[in-house]
């Protein structure tokens, strides 16, 4: 039976164009177990085809026609085909990380078919070092980026000598899964419950948002942080992009990051954004293209937001974005980092002082020019809201594993948009900080060159922080 699909879910099949393809995607690098033989790959792979009866989630397809009014429904795939959603790939020689990566960026260019379920899991062999490469995407409608690491990361075991563990899409998994764990069924599971009771009870608040909407724009017209900017300047990124993409990912130790973060009294994610900074800089020089302004980041943040009646922190954990000045102007790595925290502390302090309800209005508010503008075909004409997006995942702690292969490394891929053809998605796990950068193919030139700037930037931090 065809059942509505959400306005989120719908918006991004909408949004959705050959040179804007809107699914997420993630990498996970997996060491065999000691004393695998030579098959065990393939028999990884078969394994998986066994599990041809998916969980809900991982059936349904989208659909419309004439009947549905022109509307997306979804709809139970009743030819569900499991070879053509699981697949084997193999590297060429020399099989290194280059290659692998170069893989990943050919997969996620090509959009998913919408006659069948909207994901797609790609097992890859052929590194040098033995290690297999787990590409698997999902489409944005039928999921969010947070949700789908976290779903990812569901199926997998601390214990090393667990066997006869379910992938994530099958049935079996869901059945195990404990009913105290919300399903992860769209966009809006990672929005906290309290957001969205606000948000549906914003008639209650409603006095309240001019307010809050003055003084947000009065903080971006004066060049303030907040959850608009005004101010970002054109570069060569905010263009209008194809749908070809190029993927780079690489891991930094979590504690050599946050002894940055102690000596010079900023946060990890601070050092983060001064990473990205640093590196933006001196890839944009290298190729002529520095701005005389710093460029700008829209940063999702969690905060702790008022409650209806202003009572502190009644109203629970918020999601908004801060659309935070890089400092990429500046020459001093210290200064560019010490740029970066004072904006995100005035940022998280504009929102803070909001509702959650009000928080969800303004940030909607300041993404709004970044998905209008291609839409009336205006990007490139104004400036862009922002340069492009930065994020941070928090993952997994301790090592796992699936069917005894550790897993040694996550790497997530997200969405370039027109105007915005970069996009930085960082998640932790097990002591390392994993950066997945997804740029467009041609907007973004020399993608691969970010992670040899984004190192050499973490040692002038070193330097500047003296530890």
């Known amino acids: 039976m065809p059942t509505p699909m959400d306005p989120t879910s719908a918006g991004f099949l909408f949004a959705e164009n050959r040179s804007q393809p809107m699914h997420v995607g993630g990498l996970q690098l997996f060491r065999k177990p000691e004393g695998a033989g030579r098959t065990f790959v393939k028999d990884m792979f078969d394994d998986m085809l066994t599990h041809d009866d998916p969980a809900p989630l991982f059936r349904k397809r989208p659909h419309r026609s004439v009947a549905t009014a022109g509307q997306w429904f979804w709809t139970d795939d009743e030819k569900f085909d499991i070879e053509y959603h699981v697949r084997h790939s193999a590297l060429p020689k020399p099989g290194r990380i280059r290659e692998l990566l170069e893989l990943c960026g050919r997969l996620h260019s090509t959009r998913l078919a919408l006659e069948r379920p909207l994901w797609e899991v790609h097992v890859i062999e052929g590194l040098r070092d033995g290690r297999v490469g787990v590409y698997s995407k999902m489409h944005h409608a039928l999921i969010d980026g ?64 001019p307010g809050a909407l003055v003084r947000t724009l009065s903080r971006g017209v004066r060049n303030e942080t907040s959850a608009v900017s005004l101010y970002a300047p054109r570069t060569i990124i905010n263009k209008r992009i194809t749908g ?9 130790p979590l504690e050599r990051l946050r002894a940055i973060g102690r000596a010079t009294g900023t946060t990890l994610n601070d050092v983060v954004l001064a990473m990205c900074s640093g590196a933006m800089r001196t890839y944009l020089d290298e190729l002529d293209a520095l701005p005389d302004t710093s460029l700008v980041a829209m940063v999702p943040v969690a905060l702790k937001a008022k409650g209806p009646q202003g009572a502190s922190a009644s109203g629970g954990n918020s999601v908004g974005s801060v659309m935070v000045r890089l400092g990429t102007d500046q020459a001093d790595p210290a200064d560019r980092l010490q740029s970066v925290h004072d904006s ?7 929102l803070g002082a909001m509702t959650p309800a009000q928080i969800l209005a303004m940030s909607a508010l300041g993404l709004a020019p970044a998905v209008l503008g291609p839409m009336l075909k205006m990007d490139g004409v104004a400036r862009p809201p922002f340069n492009l997006i930065i994020s941070n995942v928090p993952g997994p702690e301790e090592p796992l594993h699936s069917n005894g292969a550790r897993l040694e490394g996550m790497y997530p891929l997200s969405i370039p948009i027109h105007g915005m053809g970069l996009n930085i998605t960082c998640t932790s796990y097990a002591g390392n900080l994993g950066f997945g950068l997804t740029g467009c193919r041609r907007t973004v030139p020399r993608l691969q060159r970010l992670l040899t700037h984004l190192d050499d930037e973490v040692v002038a931090l070193e330097g500047a922080a003296g530890v």
């Open 146 to 209: 947070v949700s789908s690491m976290r779903l990812m990361q569901s199926v997998l075991s601390a214990d090393p000598d667990e066997r006869g563990m379910a992938p994530t899409w099958s049935a079996e998994h869901a059945r195990r899964r404990p009913r105290s764990e919300p399903e992860q069924s769209g966009p809006g599971s990672a929005v906290p419950l309290g957001a969205l009771r606000a948000a549906l009870a914003i008639s209650s608040e409603a006095a309240g948002l």
């Open 344 to 350: 995100m502390v005035s940022g998280k302090e504009a």
């Open 244 to 252: 070809s993409r190029r993927f780079a990912a690489e891991d930094w």
